[in-house]
């Protein structure tokens, strides 16, 4: 599974960093970064971040490798 | 040296302040930002965006009591530990382990509940051709929305709208002139959240509130009693006053626009989302958002000092024209830019989802049900504010058929 942002309704709003702060940052202009893949331990973390995203730009896709 | 820019100066401070005015039209057309009694205020959609997510500014609003000369009393003392004012990792960990209990999925189920007491109401007056839409709808819908998700019982809702609304006057411009009343009310709701904490710690049930209780007991960097109570009280006035207001806020937005309303009636699961977004656009009850400068930086030619006060005004920067295309008129067909009416950044809007759906709800039972909807005479207004809304919104409506 990885992480997908869709970065046409991302507002860059950091939720998401609040979170799950393992995979998702705000960097010094206040723009998201986030890695794609995640450590299975950090599930719930990463759920409660794709929930409380306002643009609900978050989503986790299984077709990763 | 580069020419200095012209700023237009808008009184904010007064009761006759309104922020859907030619005069402020008018400053946003001049320049990105105007000059105000308590720091700029930036007036264009781009500007907006991008300030209310800068890492350099933190939220404003923990100075708002003592800018009016409201210091150490029970409303600011509760204020300063709100999670609304609170930064930092206090703010992160406490907001941590609240969203969950916030998100859409959690509140999904409740939108039948949300439809049956939105009918409820309406059938009280529908036959009239008329009613006091403040009192009779939004107040109750509000409040008995937010007894539900806490687990208070819904026939005590006229007490807790009367301590919500008290509490919700520390947002306005009036604020000194009411805080006896306001500081009798945090106490009154203090030792009212204390027993329903402690009412759910004892037998927890299926609501938002035993969802916080048993956050607070089960995860190890849980929530203290005083974080449970101080958020409780922030549910309680941020849940009920806001909502209520927004509702009287888009019904008078869509009683100017019958051809939206129509719309919206004849397909409400098509359009209740955007007639929520669009509202809440042209509309918001938060005129203005605050935030602090946490460190002197550079905004295009202008130079924010630290601890200086940036306004984002709300409801000029979401119609500005560079932005939205016929930006004043409500359109439910258009693909819209986000506006910024839950606020952003870290501090967006806790409740966001809950208010999306229950306005949703709303406006989908009123446009189903009523055309023809007018405003009537002596609708009367809240200052514009942090927080404004209608004291009294009469109607007048033909029933559908």
Redo the contacts between chains.
Sequence with gaps: MKIVVDQVKCQNHGLCAISAPANFALDTDGKLQYHESFNEENIDDIEDAVDSCPLQAITLSRDAA | MARQPTTSYLDITGEHFRMNSEEVRKARTTHWYARTEWGIAVLTYEDS?FLL???QLTQGSAKWPAQHGVVGGRFDTWWQKTLLVLEGDEH?RI??LV??AF???QIEPMHDRFRSLADELIDDWIDHGQTEFASGFAAPYATRILCMMLGIAEHDWKKIHELAATIGLGLGVTIKQNIASIDDAVVELTRYARSLVQSRRESPRNDVLSTLVATRDADAGKLSDEELVNLVILLIFAGIDTTRNQLALSIESFSKQPDQWEKLAADPDRYATKAVEEALRVNPIGRWISREAAETFQHRERTIEKGSTVHLFTLISATDPAEFGNPDRIDLEVERS?HFA?G???H??LG?FVARADIGVALSAMATRITDLRIGEGAEWLPDSGNTGAVTLPITFAQRH
Excluded: D, L, T
Aim: aromatic share 4%; with cysteine.
């Design positions: 965006s997510k800068h890492p992160n907001r941590r969203n969950p998100s859409a999925r986000p839950f952003g950044g870290i967006h809007c966001h």
